[in-house]
Structure formats: C-alpha cells, structure tokens
C-alpha cells in the first residue's frame, strides 16, 4: 500500500492515550440481521461510551497533546458528535472548549455539548459556515483548532478501531464505514489495508451529500452547494484535499444511498439488534438494502457510528419506515 498521512506505530500509541472507556468496544456477529440483509453481518458498536460515538477515539489523541503542551484553550466546528467528544475530553483535562455548530443542527447534540462544559456558539448557517468562524476564533484568540479529518490525531483515534478489528474478529470480506469528513473511513481503511489487504473498504454516503464520493470517484474534489439528508453527521460540502488523498489509498469503493434505505436501516438494527442509531451509522446496512446481490453470501463488519439522535426525529422516521425490503 501507498503511504498515507497514518502510521501504524502512531495509531498504537494512541491506544495508550485514549481512555479505556472508549476502547475495545463491542464486536459481534448479529445473526438477526441476517435473514433480511442476505450476508452476514458483524456488528462494531461505537455507542456503548460516555459520548455515544467514536469521536472520542480522536479527541482523547488532540487533548492528551494539548494538555501535555501546557495549551488551556481549544474550538472545533462540529454537526454534534465531534463537539461533545471534545467538550467530554477537554474537560478531563482541564482545557477551555468551544465549539461552533450550526443552529440548526441536531437540539439533542446541541443540549448534550453545553452539558458537557463547552462553550457554544451557533451560526445561521450550515456545517462549512461553522468551520469558517471556528477558525476565525482560532486566528483572533491564538488557540488550537481542531480540524476534524485534517487533524491526523482525529484519524489516527479512529483508526484504532481498526485495530481492534484486526485483534478480535474472524476473518470478514468487507467493513462497511460512514464516510463524511472522512477520519473513520481513512483510519479504519489504513490499518485494515495494512493488516488485512484482502478485505475490502467500502464507504457510504448518502446521495444527498454526495461531495466526498462524487470526489472518490473523480480523483479530484469536489464540493457541492448544499446538502439534503437527515444524516447530519456527514453531510459536508467542501472534502480536504488531504483527507481525499489519504481516502484513494485506502478505500475499494464509495456508494450512494438513498435516505428510504438508511430509515430502513435505521429500522432493522431497532427491530432485530435492539440498537437506537443515528442515520449516519445507519448506512453501512442502507449499503446492503440497495445491493443485496453484492453482498450475498459475504460476511461483512459494519461500524455502528453513533446514537446521538434527536428522539422526536427518530420517531418521526422510524415509526413510518416499512419493516421489509425498501
């Protein structure tokens, strides 16, 4: 494999800095997802933790250094998941976090970062407008931005994830990943084609938000104007040339869905793992909804993402999702 931005011996000793709260989360085959789905299905939980999602792999990384570097002060941009990982890893070590998100991101997201500690501050606008005045902040005040994707620390955390895929799983074909900004996608994607070249790297995003895949695709970036999904989690415009770099490299393919797949995800970890999921961690199963001839027969790992969800949203799409074949 090509060299990417990832190294191995980092992404080890990252698990040496992250608290064992977010490590060695659940890994196991889901046979109740089965019958539906055609394939088999192994489960990779990242919301069994304080944060309910795997962003805190990367901020445990960033705020270990900060803390180590005698730094008090840091500001992200965040649809949630980041901003809550941060506040939580912040405040363990004592340093003063702001996060940007857009005022009409998730309230459940929103609610939980201000209860952490955080500093928040909302914008009439979307994600990519939040990163803009994150790094104003950056600049005026002189403090860290944590850029996430572009942050290696970021992928590098989440990368470890991989590790413990490679540590605790019987052999897969294929691990299905969320793919936003793209620090899941590339550090898992790193250490699997690393240790396990023969699996595939399949990323997923929804067609409302297409800018990472559409850029996969082309070789190039590519940015779009707006996005409409319900997965806010990845919904980004602008993809980091860096980051895309790092994503050639690794990734086997990136595939669109449709967002009455990833209800219908939604609906099956519900009905038959027991799971309350965010859309986003919804789409590796949406993948296998649309294409079961792709998967059929095929044992694959799809990486749970996040369970942070606004409840009167998730019952609004779940209550009318069908429970049988989209």
Known sequence: MQETRLDISRIRAARRVI?????????YRCEALEPDLGCGV?????????????????TEVV????????SRAVVCASAGNLGQALAWSGRGRGLDVTVVASRFAAAAKLDRI????????????????????????????????????????????????????????????AVLIALGGGALATGVGHVVKAMAPE?????????????????????????????????????????????????????????????????????????????????SAA???????????RFAGRHMVSIVCGSNVDMDDYHRWVGAAPAHRP
Do not use: Y
């Not at 608290?19 to 890994?27: G, K, N």
């Not at 192994?42 to 990367?58: D, H, M, Q, W």
């Not at 990472?212 to 999904?229: A, E, G, I, Y």
């Not at 789409?283 to 001839?293: F, N, Q, V």
């Open 19 to 27: 608290d064992p709260i977010f490590l060695d989360t659940p890994l």
């Open 42 to 58: 192994s489960i990779k939980l990242e919301t069994a933790n304080p944060v309910r999602s795997f962003k805190a792999r990367g």
């Open 63 to 70: 705020a270990s250094l900060l803390a180590d570097n005698g």
């Open 114 to 173: 201000r209860a952490l500690g955080a500093s928040l501050e909302l914008v009439d606008g979307d994600h990519e407008m939040a990163r803009e005045r994150a790094a104003a902040i950056a600049r005026c005040d002189g403090i860290r931005l944590v850029e996430d994707s572009l942050d290696i620390e970021t992928c590098e955390g989440a990368a470890t994830i991989g590790l413990e895929l490679m540590d605790t799983a019987p052999s897969f074909d």
């Open 199 to 279: 699996a595939e790297v399949i990323c997923i995003q929804p067609l409302g938000a297409p800018a990472m895949t559409h850029s996969w695709h082309q070789r190039r970036v590519v940015t779009t104007d707006s996005t409409d999904t319900i997965a806010d989690g990845v919904a980004g415009r602008r993809p980091i040339p860096a980051v895309l770099d790092d994503l050639l490299l690794v990734a086997d393919d990136a595939v669109l869905v449709q967002e009455t797949s990833i209800i219908a995800g939604m609906r099956i970890l519900l009905d038959h793992a027991g799971l309350v999921v965010e859309p």
């Open 283 to 293: 789409l590796g199963i949406a993948a296998i909804l649309e294409d079961r001839d």
